[in-house]
């Protein structure tokens, strides 16, 4: 009998472990998604760097190049990004976002779009940082707002964009308040008709769990939003790479001669080429055939919509609100380039 009990407690303990580990299952299986698309990636544009023929293929080669370039140029900041927000959601308590922003979330909105200054980094860095936030119980308004500002208002970007627009201060404070404007209308806009359906469950998931050490979650949430991410950031700079070398030089020109057109056309030209924040002026200053208010908003709509950000966003808190918000968010920083860059340039 007492064997017969071992046995039988035996079973149901096999029975029933399997069903504990669920999430952790869930991640791992995020966690080989996005391994597999990171090799994936990897392995064709290895191929296509040591396949002999397509080597000597000028197109190839330059969207060998600008896919690199735009990985390369990319993947620092996705450290940093990955980085800080497994720090924020290891070390951080949540209570500290509580009592450094108001509780109004209507305020709240516009605080953490100035507070985005304080990131020196790019639109790749956001997106996990913000994700942490909403983890830590800061109000996804203002954690969205922060997202859109801080690629396009750091220290970084706005030196660089005096640099690149030298004795011209008025296309930096345009800069400046075209974005600060963008990320706050959008924060707005997520209190007035956001859904908290339109997130993926797990981005709303709580931080620190109590027992388990920190510096264990901090590498255990870095390697998850680093691999989960960085599969995403390769796919959307293959995407930019493949318009870059499929567009030619005479399309741009065709544009260049319609004020409007021109405005709408560098936006979607920014969403398309996807460029680095910080490296986004100098491509905008290049652009002489255009004017003043469309490279404006080339510079304005970067930062906040392009494809590896859509692609992201998409990972981190699901495509139902990648398309909605990247289409919004577009709609606003169009709008927001035209009315300020119509003003001050």
């Known amino acids: 009998m007492q064997k017969t009990d071992e046995l039988v407690g035996r079973v149901e303990g096999a ?4 069903t504990v580990p669920a999430m952790p299952r869930l991640r791992l299986r995020w966690l ?9 990636a990897t392995t064709l544009v290895l191929l296509l760097a040591s396949t002999g023929w397509l080597n000597h293929h ?3 080669q330059a969207w060998r190049t600008v896919c690199l370039a735009i990985t390369v140029q990319a993947l620092p900041f996705l450290l940093l990004g990955t980085a800080l927000s497994g720090a924020i959601n290891a070390f951080v308590p949540a209570e ?20 985005g200054v304080v990131l020196p980094g790019c639109e790749c860095a956001s997106v996990p940082v913000a994700n942490s936030l909403i983890r830590r119980g800061v109000t996804p308004a203002a954690a969205f707002a922060f997202l859109l500002s801080a690629p396009a208002i750091n220290p970084v970007v706005l030196t660089a964009t005096a640099v690149a627009f030298p004795g011209n201060p008025a296309m930096v404070l345009a800069r400046l308040l075209a974005s600060l404007a963008t990320a706050a209308v959008m924060g707005w806009l997520w209190l007035w008709g956001g859904r908290q359906e339109w997130l993926r469950p797990t981005a709303r998931n709580a931080g620190h769990h109590h027992g388990h050490s920190r510096w264990r979650e ?7 939003d680093f691999l989960h991410a960085g599969g995403f950031l390769v796919l959307g700079a293959m995407a930019a790479a493949t318009f870059n070398v499929t567009v030619s030089r005479s399309v741009l020109d065709t544009f260049s001669a319609s004020p409007w057109l021109s405005v709408l056309f560098l936006a979607g030209l920014a969403v398309l080429l ?3 924040s910080e490296a986004d002026a100098f491509v905008a200053a290049s652009l002489t055939g255009f004017s003043s ?4 908003a080339f510079m304005v709509v970067g930062p906040m919509v392009d494809l590896k950000l ?5 990972g981190t808190f699901g495509r139902a609100f990648a398309w909605r918000f990247s289409t919004a968010t577009t709609v606003v920083a169009v709008a927001a380039s035209a009315l300020i860059g119509g003003a001050l340039l």
Do not use: D, E, N, S
Not at 97 to 104: C, G, Y
Not at 218 to 224: A, C, D, E, L
């Open 15 to 18: 029975a029933v472990a399997p």
């Open 32 to 40: 080989f998604t996005a391994a597999v698309a990171i090799a994936a």
């Open 58 to 60: 000028p197109a190839v």
């Open 218 to 224: 901090f590498r255990h949430g870095f390697q998850h």
């Open 96 to 115: 500290l976002f509580a009592r450094v922003l108001p509780k109004r979330a209507a305020v709240a909105v516009p605080v953490a779009g100035v507070a």
């Open 293 to 296: 208010t469309a490279r404006l």
């Open 310 to 314: 859509i692609a992201l966003q998409a």
């Open 274 to 276: 996807a460029v680095c």
